[in-house]
């Protein structure tokens, strides 16, 4: 397999100090064993890949789901829990010059429909998974960030019929919102929850309804002929149709058209203690809020029911023990530096996980070309909680030749172009990464 972070990366010591896993039990899933066939093969057990088999089964396909590692194993299970607006990461202005603007409110309203799919299978299925908070507060720090929330206010009511809230400077202490922020736009669209809990129970609702999933069977190689044939260490999986779903811990050459189709990048996340009363009051972030800023490297943060406070931020070029525990250093400086009333509080947890991004920001979701009845979704820019489960929903649909009926917009069908460099196209993002180390953004 050619995958672009070196080895340690997909293995266990990214997620070591994950807080997620904490908080569920192991399924214990079965390794996947001799000869197996199915109707959809589909690799990968994340948000996708889970929601793909679960309304595959729902609709009577014989759906075997297989996955290097265990259901949420990967981002799906050590991202931060926000299932917000998102997952078309160009700005409004660049989709619209290159797609027009039917198609950037198209895309816009998908990113509104893909919340609402996670919000319908929460309830549907009954899930507990901690969830939180009404919508998403984007944090500003200078007035220029106010005027903008006021145009960005306006597009969203147009586009989506919904009225975010801006927050004066004046306002922000009474909300809970204390810090080193100047303003604040409350968009009523979004939750918090506990990833590792939803994707779990993605993978419960998905064997009940007939999937059957194995963990540590590590897909080799595919063969394409009638039908596909998948080779994994210990069984053959024949197949009528395929799914690949890894997203950012996709290979090159699994399937060979995936090849610099995606930018795996890497985001990371701590977690404190449980925080006193007291403590939260001194800081004065009292809101269960999910929030973010509007910073190159995107701090995102809320306190959680539990009262331990998660803070997350983009970043990190490199992977290896070393560099986690550099990186570790840095996103305990920039949580210390927006809330230095907690500078003395432990952060027992700290993990990061690899994202995926697209040349032109914009996620992929249909056929593999030259490929026929294969198909994959990836590139949610680092919103995969809605768009990943969204995105499973079409390929479902896709899989059994059926017109989809969630959202698909026009942009979400076109195949994303490769980048430039090859395996070493993480060096796209040294130049902009680098200069937001220097300004401090």
């Known amino acids: 397999m050619k995958q672009v972070f070196p080895p340690y990366t997909y293995g266990a010591g990214p997620r070591a100090a994950c807080y997620w896993a904490d908080t569920v039990s192991d399924p ?41 590692q265990s259901p949420g194993w990967g981002a799906s299970g050590r991202n931060g829990g926000f299932c917000c607006l998102g997952g078309f990461g160009a700005p409004d202005g660049v989709i619209a010059r290159l797609h027009g603007e039917a198609a950037r409110v198209e895309a816009r ?6 919340v609402e799919t996670v919000d319908s299978l929460i309830t549907r299925l009954g899930l507990d998974v901690d969830r939180h908070s009404n919508g998403e507060t984007i944090m500003g720090f200078t007035p220029k ?5 006021e145009k960005e206010a306006e597009r969203v009511h147009s586009d989506l019929g919904i009225t975010p809230d801006i927050h004066q400077n004046a306002q922000l202490a009474g909300l809970g919102m204390s810090g080193p922020f100047h303003c604040g736009m409350s968009i009523p669209v979004g939750f918090g929850l506990n990833p590792a809990k939803y994707a779990l129970g993605l993978a419960r609702a998905a064997t009940d309804a007939g999937a059957r999933i194995f963990s540590h069977s590590p897909v080799r190689r595919i063969d394409h002929g009638q ?19 890894t997203n950012g811990y996709s290979s090159d050459d699994l ?10 990048a890497q985001s990371n996340v701590l977690v404190t203690r449980t925080l006193s009363e007291e403590e939260i009051a001194a800081q004065g972030w009292s809101t269960e809020q999910m929030a973010y800023d509007e910073r190159f490297f995107l ?36 949580f210390e530096r927006m809330f230095p009333a907690w500078a003395h509080i432990d952060t027992p947890y700290s993990w990061n996980g690899l994202l995926s991004v697209s040349r032109d920001m914009t996620p992929y979701c249909g056929p593999i070309p030259e490929m026929p009845s294969a198909f994959t979704a990836l ?39 490769r980048f430039p460099l090859g395996r070493l196209r993480r060096a796209w993002l040294w130049p902009p990464y680098a200069a937001a180390h220097l300004t401090g953004q």
């Open 227 to 245: 039908g596909f044939t998948l080779h994994s260490d210990s069984a053959q999986i024949t197949a009528k149709r395929l799914i690949v779903a």
């Open 109 to 114: 309203q998908t990113e509104m429909a893909a």
């Open 299 to 334: 701090h995102y943060f809320r306190l959680m029911p539990n009262r331990r406070f998660l803070f997350g931020m983009r970043g990190g070029l490199f992977s290896s023990p070393k560099w986690d525990a550099r990186m570790h250093r840095t996103i305990r400086q920039h």
């Open 145 to 149: 960030s106010l005027t903008e929330f």
């Open 379 to 417: 590139s949610y820019q680092g919103n995969g909680v809605a768009m990943g489960s969204h995105a499973g929903t079409l390929l479902a649909d896709l899989a059994q030749d059926k017109t989809p009926t969630p959202m698909y917009p026009e942009i979400m069908r076109k195949p994303p172009r």
């Open 28 to 68: 214990a899933l079965s390794t996947a064993s001799g000869p197996l066939s199915c109707d959809v093969a589909v690799i990968g057990a994340g948000f996708t890949g889970l929601s793909a088999a679960l309304h595959l089964a729902e609709g009577g396909a014989d759906v075997v789901v297989l996955d290097a």
């Open 255 to 264: 399937p060979e058209w995936m090849r610099a189709r995606y930018l795996p």
